[in-house]
């Protein structure tokens, strides 16, 4: 009996650190809540909280991940611009997160071989940056490529993240079949 106990209680544990990290990461099926940044901020400023108001992102000593968390509410709520503007005032420039939504802004924005390059980029500073491979077999799909998706999508498969949103953002968008 002891034994049935730990091993659920080990599964139970498993089970939530999981679903934790999937709530931290970008990596995340839900779009992001709004905030004062989308709500109320104008031109690129983000909502700061012990300001208690809307600051300029590039003069701010609001850290990467704060920035990244607004750029990636203002992409979701169709402000490609705004989110590009607060995606430059970060350090981090040449990190798999913020090249691939740079990407993914530039692409939502009409500019699909840019989008395109920042993907490309995301992908070699991160092989494994599974959401990138996604993003970019979805941009492939919009451009008829659906070989190219397809391989993007055995690409995320085989780096382990067929249990992803990633995966199945991108299964859908090819139709939902598998041609592996």
Known sequence: M??????????????SMAGQALAVGDNNNEPP?????????????????????????????LGDDIL???????????????AIKVLGAMKEQRSARVL????????KAGRMELGMQYYK???????NYILARSYMGQ???EQGRVEEAR????????????????YRALLESLGGVRHY
Request: hydrophobic share 40%.
């Open 2 to 15: 002891n034994r049935k106990i730990a091993l659920f209680t080990v599964a139970a544990f498993a089970a």
């Open 33 to 61: 809540k709004k905030t004062k940044t989308t709500t109320q901020c104008k031109a690129g400023k983000v909502w700061d909280a012990k300001r208690n108001s809307c600051v300029d992102a590039k003069r701010s000593d």
């Open 68 to 82: 990244f968390d607004a750029a990636r509410e203002l992409a979701y709520a169709g402000q490609y611009e705004n």
């Open 100 to 107: 691939n939504y740079l990407g993914y802004a530039n692409r």
């Open 121 to 127: 980029r995301a992908i070699q500073a991160d092989e």
């Open 139 to 141: 941009a492939l799909v």
């Open 151 to 166: 391989a993007q999508l055995v690409e995320i498969r085989d780096r382990g993240g067929e249990d992803t949103w990633a």
